[in-house]
């Protein structure tokens, strides 16, 4: 090999290093390890900004009445506002260390708690309800009671409409179970009571679903909880309406034309990602990036919806599935999302959570074939042919092969809790 060449060879390797060299200088300039610290951005709403429910009805009557009537406006309350599922008639709930009596007294529902052995008594008021067993594969009640610290504490006992009994969670396993005098208090996962209502630092809680505009704060020793009601609420999902009232009050009187804003972000036109954040609010596996989420706030910037492993238990099963709430979520691997449009809008009317088509058509109920034969209409020309099941039989409903009923696997198999598989 002439000198000519190995000099050339030499040259290019050395300017190959120093532009590699100066490429990593750059990359280094623009990704830092360790990452700049998160900017927390100023809240611009505030949990005054919210009027409630009653203040809408007023001009929106009609869709108020829908939601009144719906899961979400009876979805949760104070025990004499909503239907208590659950027989608190004095009758025993048998444990191996103690004996629980629901009970309903001339004041206030309550679990009357006495030890075995020592014949102590302990009495918990049931201060708030979630659930009112609504839900078609099983539905449940849950009761919480409020503490000196200023949280509501989710009480051990709970309610199944599809079993008609009470359940626990038990440690360990964290599946539900009936109670039977083989489980003992302290092998209850909710005993004592610790999971809270609202989004808390270093306290295990429930997040801010069950519930409208919850919010959490710790205040020195103790905490400070503020909800506007535990129903779902219109502003839940429209945002805080205050200003909105105060706009078209003005309209109405006369004080104001001609005005820029109505108040109120419309939800007319959302993209399917942006519809979809709107219940993934709830309905969705999120794990907390900062507290202090409230509705008309970029849910992102509160919550990781797409990466929800971080900092939890895994939610998923071998099969990619949510193993126990926040299924709905599962619609984002739904070949109607992926190679489609589909929002949960297009198969539920989100005032009266009633079942609707593509087209907004009311439908019967959650199994009528029109809210899938809108859009696949070619399916419906001969069904017995597409579904290999006589036509009008529970086999050949479109949702029977491809949204069956799944029992949530997170929670064991003794207390029925299927959900319809939205994947």
Request: one cysteine or more; glycine letters at 8%; aromatic letters at 10%.
């Amino acid at each position: 090999m002439n000198t000519r060449l190995i000099s050339t060879i030499t040259i290019l390797f050395f300017g190959l290093s120093l532009t590699g060299c100066s490429k990593s200088k750059e990359k280094q300039k623009r990704f830092q390890i360790p990452p700049p610290a998160f900017v927390s951005k100023i809240s611009h709403v505030n949990f005054s900004d919210f009027i409630g429910s009653e203040q809408c009805g007023e001009c929106h009557e009609g869709i108020y009445t829908d939601w009144e009537n719906s899961t979400h406006g009876n979805a949760g309350g104070d025990p004499d506002e909503v239907t208590m599922i659950a027989p608190f008639n004095g009758s025993p709930i048998f444990f191996r260390d103690v004996t629980v009596y629901p009970e309903k007294n001339d004041y206030h529902y309550q679990f009357r708690i006495i030890h075995n052995k020592s014949m102590k008594e302990q009495t918990i008021t049931v201060e708030a309800v979630v659930g009112g067993g609504f839900m078609t594969g099983g539905g449940t009640q849950t009761y919480f009671g409020k503490y000196e610290d200023g949280t509501y504490k989710f009480l051990p006992f709970d309610y199944s409409q599809a079993e008609k009994s009470w359940f626990v969670q038990v440690k360990g396993s964290e599946v539900w179970v009936k109670p039977t005098e083989h489980i003992s208090l302290n092998q209850l996962y909710n005993w004592p009571p610790h999971r809270v209502l609202g989004e808390m630092d270093e306290i295990s809680n429930c997040q801010n679903c069950h519930g409208s505009q919850i919010i959490g704060k710790k205040v020195g020793k103790n905490y400070k909880t503020q909800f506007t009601t535990l129903a779902i609420n219109c502003e839940s999902c429209h945002g805080p309406a205050k200003k909105h009232v105060s706009i078209m009050s003005d309209i109405v009187k006369g004080k104001l034309k001609n005005p820029t804003t109505i108040g109120i972000n419309s939800l007319t036109g959302l993209s399917t990602t942006e519809s979809l954040n709107l219940c993934f609010q709830c309905h969705a596996v999120k794990t907390p990036l900062k507290n202090g989420y409230l509705p008309g706030e970029n849910l992102q910037e509160y919550y990781s919806l797409r990466l929800s492993q971080l900092g939890n238990q895994n939610p998923y099963g071998v099969d990619g599935r949510i193993k126990t709430f926040g299924y709905q979520q599962n619609h984002l691997f739904s070949d109607c999302f992926i190679n489609g449009a589909m929002t949960c809008t297009s198969c539920h009317n989100p005032h009266s959570q009633g079942y609707q088509d593509i087209n907004r058509q009311q439908l019967v109920d959650r199994f009528d074939d029109r809210q899938c034969t809108a859009c696949h209409s070619s399916k419906a020309n001969n069904v017995s042919a597409h579904t290999f099941h006589q036509e009008k039989s529970i086999g050949s409903n479109c949702v029977s092969c491809h949204m069956p009923f799944r029992q949530q696997a997170g929670i064991g198999h003794e207390i029925k809790f299927t959900r319809s598989d939205h994947t």
